[in-house]
């Protein structure tokens, strides 16, 4: 891959992880409509609209293209955020402050960005980049399988997967904790969002691989975790989804498994707190209750 030449001051927040001083960058009171890319590979980021003023001194969003953005715990406790297409050090993400109803605080140094307005249909400033796949071309799916742990671990490796993200999905509760979703009052599923590109793998594959991971035929529970935020879930975002988990379900039923998986509406996905994402790729750990076990 071919990235843009970077000036000194952009290898320094970019590539050694540092950070432009607050209220000096130029897209802080940046207003215009269009799209905020990498300035080292072009891939799109980050949509205007998703744009606000938290009053922190850097750009601040409370969404990302799916797949976009890559989170990781920094040696500081924090979770960074980086570009998912080149590694380009962007900023770090806040969630809980309540400056929007996302609740989420994604804050990004004005320098580690370039700007495609919308009446563009080239990215500006970015004449060598590659880009990364488009909000549109991009899926989502919702699996809950147990232990959200264990989930996001097996899914992520899948070819096709951009990213998956932990979280909480079924439940009555805005904003749940995880202390909150073990009391089994909120409703919740530990739930994975698994961002996925299509034209690399499908919704039914992937679908064949979440039931081959975990034991549908467990209610309320997955191995020792028991409760009902451990179910056995599945949330479809449109019909083709949902009729692809229903044709799943009745061939393993007529393979003679009991299955109890839940199929459900997708509803608002909360994510789980920062230190419960990746966390086999942070620990070095191996999930204790997925394995995989071929039944299709």
């Known amino acids: 891959m071919t990235y843009n030449k970077l000036t000194p001051d952009e290898e320094r927040v970019i590539i050694d992880k540092g950070t432009e001083m607050p209220f000096s960058g130029k897209y802080y009171n940046y207003n215009a409509?269009?799209?905020?890319?990498?300035?080292?590979?072009?891939?799109?980021?980050?949509r205007s609209s998703d744009k606000f003023d938290a009053g922190c001194g850097w750009p601040s969003f409370d969404d990302e293209i799916p797949g976009a953005i890559k989170r990781?715990?920094?040696?500081?406790?924090?979770?960074?955020?980086?570009?998912?297409?080149?590694?380009?050090?962007?900023?770090?993400?806040?969630?809980?402050?309540g400056?929007?109803?996302k609740n989420v605080r994604y804050c990004v140094n004005s320098i580690s960005l370039n700007f495609t307005p919308a009446s563009e249909t080239k990215k500006a400033d970015s004449p060598k980049a590659?880009?990364?796949?488009?909000?549109?071309?991009?899926?989502?799916?919702?699996?809950?399988?147990?232990?959200?742990?264990?989930?996001?671990?097996?899914?992520?490796?899948?070819?096709?997967?951009?990213?998956?993200?932990?979280?909480?999905?079924?439940?009555?509760?805005?904003?749940?904790?995880?202390?909150q979703v073990c009391t089994d009052t909120t409703g919740h599923a530990e739930t994975a969002e698994v961002v996925f590109d299509p034209t690399k793998t499908n919704y039914e594959k992937l679908a064949r691989l979440f039931f081959?991971?975990?034991?549908?035929t467990q209610l309320n529970r997955q191995g020792p975790d028991v409760g009902d935020q451990y179910r056995s879930a599945v949330f479809y975002v449109d019909d083709n989804q949902k009729q692809i988990t229903e044709k799943l379900i009745g061939i393993l039923?007529?393979?003679?498994?009991?299955?109890?998986?839940?199929?459900?509406?997708?509803?608002?996905?909360?994510?789980?707190?920062?230190?419960?994402?990746?966390y086999y790729d942070r620990t070095g750990g191996q999930p204790y209750c997925h394995v995989y076990q071929k039944r299709f």
């Open 33 to 46: 409509d269009g799209t905020y890319t990498c300035k080292r590979c072009g891939a799109p980021l980050y």
């Open 72 to 97: 990781t715990l920094d040696p500081n406790g924090y979770t960074e955020i980086s570009c998912a297409n080149c590694g380009a050090h962007l900023g770090h993400v806040f969630e809980g402050e």
């Open 99 to 101: 400056f929007t109803p």
């Open 130 to 179: 590659t880009p990364a796949p488009e909000k549109s071309q991009l899926e989502k799916a919702y699996f809950a399988g147990g232990c959200f742990w264990g989930t996001e671990y097996m899914l992520e490796k899948e070819p096709g997967v951009v990213s998956v993200r932990v979280g909480y999905m079924g439940g009555h509760t805005s904003n749940p904790t995880y202390k």
């Open 212 to 216: 081959e991971i975990h034991d549908p």
């Open 253 to 278: 039923k007529d393979k003679g498994y009991k299955v109890v998986t839940e199929v459900a509406k997708a509803g608002t996905f909360w994510p789980a707190e920062d230190y419960h994402q990746s």
